[in-house]
């Protein structure tokens, strides 16, 4: 960048010798494509978008009495208790505890389908 800038030139504000010049313009040069390189290879490594449409939807649940949502996954067609004990994200406690799941309503909503549930959940246990 300061080769390109004119820093580091045969004329510029720091004089360096035209081989000495040449050498740092293509160091620069190769140290940018090690770098572009390494950041592409970066994104593609950690960018799940490109794995495709694994078919799952997530929803978030929260514990009554806290704000603190948690996650989980399912297929669309699960029941709302089916893909909670699939990828149970609640760690304190056991998904065989008694517990029920109602919707901002307070209806229960334990055997519907995770596509018709929107907004977040509450669960509570018994």
Do not use: C
Request: hydrophobic residues 40%.
């Amino acid at each position: 960048m300061l080769y390109i800038a004119g820093i580091f030139s045969s004329t510029g504000l720091i004089p360096l010798h035209y081989t000495v010049s040449n050498a740092l313009f293509w160091a620069s040069i190769l140290f940018f494509l090690i770098a572009a390189f390494n950041i592409s290879g970066r994104i593609e490594r950690h960018a799940s978008i490109t794995d495709g449409f694994d078919g799952t939807i997530s929803r978030a649940i929260r514990k009554e009495g806290e704000i603190r949502e948690y996650f989980f996954k399912g297929l669309p067609t699960d029941t709302v208790r089916n893909a909670l004990l699939k990828d149970w994200p609640l760690e304190n406690h056991s998904p065989e505890s008694d517990w029920q799941v109602v919707d901002e309503g307070g209806v229960k909503i334990d055997k519907k389908p995770l596509e018709s549930i929107e907004g977040t959940s509450q669960i509570i246990f018994t």
